[in-house]
T-cell receptor, first 112, second 113 residues
Framework: EAQVTQNPRYLITVTGKKLTVTCSQN?????MSWYRQDPGLGLRQIYY???????DKGDVPEGYKVSRKEKRNFPLILESPSPNQTSLYFC???????????FGPGTRLTVL | TQLLEQSPQFLSIQEGENLTVYCNSS?????LQWYRQEPGEGPVLLVT?????EVKKLKRLTFQFGDARKDSSLHITAAQPGDTGLYLC?????????????FGKGTRLSVIA
């Protein structure tokens, strides 16, 4: 089954404790993205990757890091999480930036 | 910066009613996608429209792309509780391009039985 998986689905952590949210896709897509979704602000792109070892900033990259060492995986790293990073996070993959986005199920992160 | 404005932001209607959701921009898009997001899940594509004036139907849902490719609408006929969810429009710079999609903030629809 074609899918995007994210882990964990739910995470409660404390300020400053480094965390990683994993994302994996099995559709051989070159393009992958991370979004955060907040009430009243909609979906905002954090980072995207057009291919292995190629990443670029989206609209709200501050406080986040990503890496793309393999085509299928695109982890999101929060080196020192802060409460304003409490949000619902989605990973997505696609054939291109403007193509259909296939979203993962989301990761709800709470930073205390 | 390209922006997509969706209206209304919230909509609560009775089962059987009709409704229209709008997605407007001052920018021209090569394509316009509509997604539906249900609670606890990621958005799922409903349809993509690429030609100005294009109309696509998906059962009781009718999607239209404006002639100038700056706006789109989603019309639902005889809404059902299963239509409840967040509807998102997203503007694209082209199928093969790598320009990221621009998302609207969404219309949250609640259909009451």
């Amino acid at each position: 089954e074609a899918q995007v998986t994210q882990n964990p689905r739910y995470l409660i952590t404390v300020t400053g404790k480094k965390l990683t949210v994993t994302c994996s896709q099995n559709m051989n897509h070159e393009y992958m993205s991370w979004y955060r979704q907040d009430p009243g602000l909609g979906l905002r792109q954090i980072y995207y990757s057009m291919n292995v070892e190629v990443t670029d900033k989206g609209d709200v990259p501050e406080g986040y890091k990503v890496s793309r060492k393999e085509k299928r995986n695109f982890p999101l790293i929060l080196e020192s999480p802060s409460p304003n990073q409490t949000s619902l996070y989605f990973c997505a993959s696609s054939l291109g930036g403007g193509a259909t986005q296939y979203f993962g199920p989301g990761t709800r992160l709470t930073v205390l | 910066t390209q922006l997509l404005e969706q209206s209304p932001q919230f909509l609560s209607i009775q089962e059987g009613e009709n409704l229209t959701v709008y997605c407007n921009s001052s920018s021209v898009f090569s394509s316009l996608q509509w997604y539906r997001q249900e609670p606890g899940e990621g958005p799922v594509l409903l349809v993509t429209v690429v030609t100005g004036g294009e109309v696509k139907k998906l059962k009781r849902l009718t999607f239209q792309f404006g002639d100038a490719r700056k706006d789109s609408s989603l019309h639902i006929t005889a809404a059902q509780p299963g239509d409840t969810g967040l509807y998102l429009c997203a503007g694209g710079g082209g199928y093969s391009g790598n320009t990221p999609l621009v998302f609207g903030k969404g219309t949250r629809l609640s259909v009451i039985a």
